[in-house]
């Protein structure tokens, strides 16, 4: 069975830094999609970036562009996404998602596996 497990979220200022890891198990993922959306209280869950499994293709939104970077670690399953110079927009619970598909996309429908979420405070 499929699971995603994010960690790394936590409460801090603005303009600090955040590391979260999605760990990854149950499936070869070598033909997986990844996803970060998050989801501030009253808001609809949004794309913050995804990459396919290889790392050949990444994908941001605007809001986070140059400040954010995805990757993967294959070795280990896990995908990481480095926050840097948070904002508190930023604020909200951040969800790793899987769906099995080369191709990365943006539209939350598309993705089938979910992790539990892990919550990011900035405060300004």
């Known amino acids: 069975q499929l699971q995603l497990v994010e960690s790394g979220g936590g409460a801090v200022q603005a303009g600090d830094s955040l590391r979260l890891t999605c760990a990854a198990s149950?499936?070869?993922?070598?033909?997986?999609?990844i996803g970060w959306f998050r989801q501030a209280p009253g808001k609809e869950r949004e794309f913050v970036s995804a990459?396919?499994?290889?790392?050949?293709?990444?994908h941001y939104a605007d809001s986070v562009e140059g400040r954010f970077t995805i990757s993967v670690d294959g070795a280990k399953n896990t995908i990481h996404l480095a926050m840097n110079n948070l904002e508190s927009a930023d604020t909200a619970v951040y969800y790793c998602?899987?769906?099995?598909?080369?191709?990365?996309?943006?539209?939350?429908?598309?993705?089938?596996?979910w992790g539990q979420g892990t919550q990011v405070t900035v405060s300004s």
């Open positions: 990459i396919s499994w290889s790392g050949g293709s990444t």
């Open positions: 149950g499936y070869a993922f070598s033909d997986f999609d």
């Open positions: 998602a899987a769906a099995r598909d080369k191709m990365i996309h943006t539209d939350y429908s598309h993705y089938i596996w």
